[in-house]
């Protein structure tokens, strides 16, 4: 039998995912000569490698995982790889705060494809934690949203449609291996990374370029995305988005700590706005309420057990 997390453990689980998710952008930044196709090629492969590696360590064949997984998880998995992609070709063309502002809308997204294909509804807490994390966002960007073409504008709100999609995707479909969007879309977003850079400035990168991508990719998406593609299964689809935004508040703290970027007083301040949000959130949701709601979903598509690391195998409680 797979393991039964309470919503408010799911919502850790989620949280943490996006604290790790947030170092990307500090070894991306610590990148010496490698530009982005290349970094995106090294993340993608090793992601993939990865997850690959973990569910063999689970004792099964990750090819026939990929072909009992389903439609919805591939899919799902080619979305994962379209983000990475579309990702860099939105910052090409818009700025970062721009695309900042816009990923702070899938949960809306979330929320409104939650309730067309799996009839959950929003709940009074998620759309208030909604509504102040958009503010607080707001605040981040604060004047920085000069500047950018009509693709790059289209590309972010794609992004941010793409996100909300992929939570309810992964939500909603049964699948013995959460590891299996990772595997497609690492896979897919190093094929078109590694064509692109091939005919640009090759695949030839210096030794700590390697390691930043693999530690971006291998280790960031690789080990942690199949936690958080558990933990989306006793989670709502909005709440998911939206504890995701802990990725985007804890970005700019990493480069401030470590590369010497000093963030605005507006990042800090909206920052600060969005984590007391996320945290208020999740400290609700410890009383237990809406649990019932998504009970049903929760036996019908759970996971398999081999599937979670040992650790996490538990009785689940009568």
Not at 31 to 38: H, K, M, S
Not at 192 to 212: Q, R
Request: with cysteine; aromatic share 10%; net charge neutral.
């Amino acid at each position: 039998m797979a393991v039964k997390l309470s919503r408010f453990q799911g919502s850790l689980v989620i949280m943490a995912c996006g604290i790790a998710f947030s170092f990307g952008a500090l070894t991306f930044r610590y990148l010496e000569e490698a530009d982005a196709w290349q970094y995106l090629f090294i993340r993608g492969a090793s992601a993939a490698l990865v997850s690959i590696v973990i569910i063999l360590g689970m004792g099964r064949n990750p090819f026939k995982s990929v072909i009992e997984a389903g439609s919805a998880q591939v899919i799902a998995g080619l979305i994962m790889g379209s983000l990475f992609t579309l990702y860099v070709i939105a910052l090409s063309r818009v700025t970062a705060a721009f695309v900042l502002l816009i990923q702070s809308t899938s949960p809306f997204y979330a929320a409104l494809f939650a309730r067309i294909f799996l009839k959950e509804s929003l709940t009074r807490d998620t759309g208030i934690a909604m509504f102040v994390s958009l503010i607080g966002v707001g605040v981040m960007v604060g004047g920085g949203l000069e500047g950018g073409d009509p693709v790059g504008i289209t590309l972010s709100i794609i992004l941010s449609v793409a996100l909300g999609g992929y939570t309810v995707l992964v939500r909603s479909s049964p699948a013995r291996d959460p590891g299996v969007p990772t595997v497609v879309g690492g896979t897919a977003s190093a094929l078109v990374a590694g064509l692109v850079a091939g005919f640009g400035p090759g695949l030839e990168m210096s030794g700590n370029d390697i390691l930043m991508g693999f530690i971006g990719g291998g280790i960031l998406i690789g080990a942690f995305t199949p936690f958080w593609n558990y933990a989306h299964r006793f989670v709502p689809s909005a709440d998911i988005s939206l504890l995701l935004i802990s990725e985007i508040v804890a970005a700019p703290l990493w480069v401030w700590i470590w590369v010497d970027e000093t963030p605005r007083t507006e990042t800090l301040v909206g920052g600060a706005i969005c984590l007391a949000s996320v945290v208020w959130l999740t400290l609700r949701s410890s009383r237990g309420n809406g649990d019932r709601q998504f009970e049903r979903l929760e036996q019908t598509r759970a996971l398999h057990i081999g599937a979670v690391p040992a650790f996490f195998r538990v009785k689940k409680n009568s």
